[in-house]
């Protein structure tokens, strides 16, 4: 038989985390978009996807391609979603361009200067000839097994084409997705140590709080579950400013320098001088120095704190996703106990 | 007013040039550290910022103008925003430049690509967009080359020839003669740089390049009171900044029209200002402009234009004796280099200031339309293309 203290001990811990692995994901999301991160990686997979030959860079043209360029509104900026089926529609615009023939001709009597292309007879059969006229490649090679492919259709050739690379990039960034969330991890966990050690997020002590807080963890535990019903997926959760305001004023956790100093410190005149500063960031930073590297046991209380923010990073690395499964789990297990 | 013509711009972006294209000009640490932050759209945007911030300083200013359009999203972008400082009506040289061999590493988005970016310009605006297509000895055989450039003028838009031999090779070399024959032919005007200064070829100095090959002997004409490039080449192999400018030198396109003279050949920047100053000073004989201004008088097909050294005023009265000059007047031509020259002065500015300087002088002609309507049309005028319509 499983403790119910235990349940909601673990319900409000896996909460905290999850929280925490929210805020940092923002942040880094935040940074990502600042710096087109995502942008840039999608284009670097792209690359490796399609490859070059011959002098043909697929990505380069891909990019240029006024329907992909005009997804990226801000200045020097690239886009950091490609919808599959638009990325189908681009690339077999590009393939079918590659094969048809153009001209500028100027008019001998106003010197004017046309803009001819090959009129196009038959979408598939230009595509044809676009798939002809390509260098070799691993890229070329798909588009004839696709094209091979479409020929055997008995209708809609060209759509049959169209969906095909539709699959070819749905797979593809199946994997381009995975990658990028285990490249994540790295950043993940330094942010979740620089969070831990900026607000004092100490795994230890946090544990430690919430199972003794009988009333702190019941009312994190409410929280957790009106969360747990509101969402079903973590991609409906729309995190921000607010958001994260709303829950550290509800939750009311012990995390940050000032309360474990104010409870901690025990020189009266050490508490006297951190009272007097204590919106000073160097005074608190001076206090964080005494309380760490003072006392007898300086040494193991400066162990288990690193270790403390070491495990904080360590589970806000698994990401949110992990722990909003875990929490939904966990929940679904007290129903179960409590109905027992 | 009629129509101008600026026969000299480039819209190519930071995609289109090589990694290590920077470091030519602002030295291997500066590019180490500023071309990964280019390269990052927030990262130019901020340098760009950071560069406005400095108010009282006009060079600072100029640089984060140059950044802003260098590091603009597209070819089309940039011509868009040249195209801002002209009349509708205007034509526009736009000089393509092939970057992939001059040994500074791979560009991201290659020449392949910047050709058909400019594909693309040419569609926006037929009529006024009048590129150049870039041609590199070391991108195919002889047989290639000519079948590209004629493949592109006659029927890509294109409507002259670039090279760049400061890139990395001597314009004498045998893998140009067929299109210069063909070029020569057909009337198709070509465009070279020529100033001892710009992008140089960054790679190993190669034994191929200290003794050359050629397809042409000595310029026997050439003045022996003028300097020479004498082959093998023994200074400068470990400069090769310096060394560079023996593949631009004006001799060894003195062989080439020995044998070419009726060649269609625009000596881009008429050799830059200090060649000019030094023209005047005692060194004239060592000096491009010097050089230049004598193929001009021997060879009727021959042409300069005015590109960046337009950018100092004090040269202007030399330019000014130049386009009045009754044997070669006719031969100079209009252009800004657009957008090289927004770290000195904007192009409205540029554009302005000389044509100003023109008309205020006191001659029968209409000088500045000489310089930006009829010498570009007379050399713009080929086979594929007739300016004059």
């Given at each position: 038989m499983i403790d119910l203290h235990i349940i909601e001990f673990a319900i409000a811990l896996i909460f905290i985390v999850l929280l925490l692995s929210l805020f940092v994901s923002w942040l880094i999301d935040w940074y990502a978009s600042r710096t087109n991160r995502k942008g840039r990686f999608l284009k670097r997979m792209l690359t490796i996807m399609l490859g070059e030959s011959n002098g043909l860079n697929w990505t380069a043209r891909l990019y240029r391609h006024p329907l992909i360029e005009?997804?990226?509104?801000?200045?020097n900026r690239i886009t950091s979603y490609i919808a599959p089926r638009l990325f189908a529609e681009v690339l077999t615009d590009l393939i079918i361009e590659e094969g048809k023939a153009y001209s500028f001709t100027q008019?001998?009597?106003?010197g004017k200067i046309k803009y001819h292309e090959k009129e196009s007879t038959d979408m598939f059969s230009d595509l044809k000839t676009g798939i002809d006229s390509l260098p070799e490649s691993d890229a070329t090679r798909n588009f004839k097994l696709y094209f091979e492919i479409a020929k055997e259709a008995t209708e809609e050739k060209t759509e049959s084409f169209i969906s095909s690379i539709e699959s070819w990039y749905n797979e593809y960034m199946l994997r381009v997705n995975h990658t990028y969330k285990r490249l994540l991890r790295k950043p993940l966990l330094i942010t979740g140590l620089v969070i831990a050690i900026l607000f004092n997020i100490d795994f230890i002590k946090l544990s430690s709080e919430l199972w003794t807080n009988t009333h702190l963890q019941k009312s994190i535990v409410t929280l957790a579950e009106e969360f747990d019903n509101k969402y079903s997926?973590?991609?409906e959760v729309e995190v921000s400013k607010e958001f994260f305001k709303e829950y550290k004023e509800s939750i009311g956790l012990p995390i940050g320098w000032n309360a474990e100093l104010k409870k901690e410190l025990k020189n009266p005149k050490l508490i006297k001088e951190f009272e007097e500063n204590s919106g000073n960031f160097f005074s608190v930073i001076k206090q964080v120095f005494i309380y760490l590297f003072s006392g007898t046991n300086w040494v193991w209380t400066l162990l288990l704190k690193l270790l403390g923010f070491f495990i904080t990073a360590l589970v806000v690395s698994f990401g949110a996703p992990f722990w909003f499964q875990a929490l939904h789990k966990i929940i679904n297990i007290k129903k179960t106990v409590g109905v027992k | 007013m009629n129509k101008i013509y600026n026969c000299h711009t480039h819209v190519f972006n930071i995609e289109n040039a090589p990694e290590k294209f920077l470091s030519g000009f602002v030295g291997k640490f500066v590019s180490w550290f500023a071309w990964p932050i280019l390269n990052i759209g927030i990262g130019a945007y901020m340098m760009i910022k950071l560069l406005k911030l400095?108010?009282?300083?006009p060079i600072l200013q100029k640089y984060a103008s140059f950044l802003k359009v260098g590091t603009m999203k597209s070819q089309l972008n940039i011509f868009k925003d040249l195209k801002s400082f002209y009349n509708p009506d205007d034509h526009i040289v736009i000089l393509s430049l092939n970057m992939d061999y001059m040994g500074a590493g791979k560009a991201k988005h290659n020449y392949k690509q910047q050709i058909h970016e400019i594909k693309r310009i040419k569609a926006h605006y037929p009529d006024t967009c009048l590129p150049f297509y870039s041609i590199d000895p070391r991108a195919g055989s002889p047989g290639e080359l000519l079948s590209e450039a004629r493949q592109h003028l006659k029927k890509k838009g294109f409507v002259g020839i670039k090279i760049y031999p400061a890139l990395g090779y001597y314009p004498f070399d045998p893998g140009l003669e067929e299109v210069y024959k063909w070029a020569s032919d057909k009337k198709v005007p070509i465009m070279t740089h020529c100033t001892k200064v710009g992008s140089y070829y960054l790679g190993d100095i190669t034994a191929e390049m200290i003794n050359p090959n050629s397809f042409v002997g000595q310029a026997?004409?050439?003045?022996?009171?003028f300097d020479k490039v004498s082959f093998p080449i023994t200074e400068n192999l470990k400069k090769k900044k310096e060394f560079c400018d023996n593949f631009s030198h004006l001799y060894n396109y003195a062989r080439v029209l020995e044998k070419y003279p009726d060649l269609k050949i625009c000596f881009a920047h008429a050799g830059d200002d200090v060649g000019i100053k030094e023209a005047k000073s005692g060194n004239s004989n060592n000096s491009w402009f010097t050089h230049i201004k004598y193929l001009m008088q021997t060879y009727q097909n021959v042409y300069t234009d005015i590109s960046y050294t337009l950018v100092n005023k004090k040269i202007h009265k030399d330019l000014y004796e130049l386009l009045i000059d009754k044997d070669i007047g006719h031969k100079v031509l209009f252009g800004t280099d657009y957008f090289m020259t927004l770290r000195d002065k904007s192009e409205a500015k540029l554009k302005s200031e000389f044509m100003t300087f023109l008309i205020q002088q006191d001659t029968k002609i209409d000088l500045w339309d000489k310089l930006a309507n009829k010498n570009p049309k007379q050399y713009l005028t080929s086979n594929f293309y007739n300016a004059n319509l």
């Open positions: 005009s997804l990226s509104i801000k200045y008019d001998k009597k106003t997926n973590i991609e | 400095f108010k009282n300083r026997l004409n050439w003045p022996n009171k």
